[in-house]
Structures are given as C-alpha cells and as structure tokens.
C-alpha cells in the first residue's frame, strides 16, 4: 500500500513533485558513446593494410591456422603461431627498409628461435635463414618499393575467431619525409 511518503520517492504519475520538462529524453534512450576499442596505440590503417598484405604474400601463417580450433590449448597454439609469423613478417619488413642493420637483426632474432615448451632450437641452419631474409626483403620491395615506414609497435586482437592487428609506423629515414610545398616547418 503507498503512503505519502513513499510517494514522494517515486517518479511518474503517483505524486512526483518535480515532472519532467517537456520533451525529456531519459538517459537509457539517448545514443551511447562509441565502445572503447581493446586496442591502445594510434592506428596506421594504410601501413596495416600494407603489411597485412604482405604477411599473407610471405606465407607464414599456414592457411589451417586461421580456421579457429576447439579447446583451450589449440586455440591458444594457433595463437602464438599467427602471433609468431607476424613478428617475422614485422622483422622482414623492417629489414627491407632499414638495409644490412635490418637484415642482421632479423638474422640475430630467426636464429635464437626455441621451441616454447622444450627451450631447444628449432631455428634453421644460416644459410637457409639468410635466404629466407633475402627473399621476403625482395617480396616487400616488390609489392611495396615506395613505403619508408618501419613498424614500431604492434598489436593483436583475437575476436570471433578473427585475427586482427594494428601497426603504428614512424619514417626513420629524414630524406624520406618530404614537406608539402610552401609550408614553412
């Protein structure tokens, strides 16, 4: 049963001493925010673009590893093997840009290779690494001989069974960064 008192609490038709203006729209009815995405670095979207493009040319990534696996522990190895194959791409294409200094660090990184649960090495011999570098720095500069930016940073995203990434890139080259013409930097 209400009671005056406890109609003054209630908002609508049973005593609400304070009605609302003409033409309120209540909070649950007004559009939201955009979500906030799980991602934290700015988004290169043309350099994603680019080297997703590129990693899928290098084929590193078998093609059975992008259907999503059931249980826990597949899925989590499809995931570090896509996550794998885009360092390596990450290192080939920073070797196309950054020359011999490059190429050594991608060498430097394929040859420390370990197996994750066992620690032992499961890098190939050198010369077979050192093609595999000569190869996929010629593959970038194919597909790619004008782009300058190296990737910085990287991240992953694991949604719906869908791998995505996004890439904040940087010229590291000055003669590479061209200004537009009468600007006065």
């Not at 007004?30 to 700015?42: C, D, E, G, Q, T």
């Not at 093609?131 to 004008?146: E, G, S, T, Y």
């Amino acid at each position: 049963m209400s009671t005056s008192r406890s109609r003054l609490r209630t908002s609508g038709a049973f005593g609400n001493r304070k009605p609302k203006p003409i033409g309120f729209v209540p909070a649950s009815a007004l559009p939201r925010p955009p979500v906030r995405s799980k991602f934290n670095i700015a988004h290169d979207r043309e350099l994603g673009e680019k080297w997703s493009a590129y990693t899928v040319a290098t084929q590193l990534i078998p093609a059975d590893s992008m259907r999503p696996r059931v249980g826990e522990e597949p899925e989590t190895e499809r995931r570090n093997v896509i996550k794998g194959a885009a360092n390596i791409s990450k290192l080939m294409w920073n070797a196309a840009i950054t020359g011999k200094q490059g190429e050594e660090e991608a060498f430097a990184a394929i040859s420390n290779l370990k197996d994750p649960k066992t620690g032992a090495p499961v890098a190939p011999p050198a010369e077979e690494i050192r093609k595999l570098i000569a190869d996929l720095v010629a593959l970038k500069n194919q597909m790619f001989p004008d782009e300058k930016r190296v990737i910085m940073q990287h991240e992953y995203a694991f949604e719906d069974a869908v791998f995505r990434f996004r890439v904040n890139g940087a010229v590291l080259d000055p003669s590479a960064a061209q200004r537009p013409e009468g600007s006065v930097l």
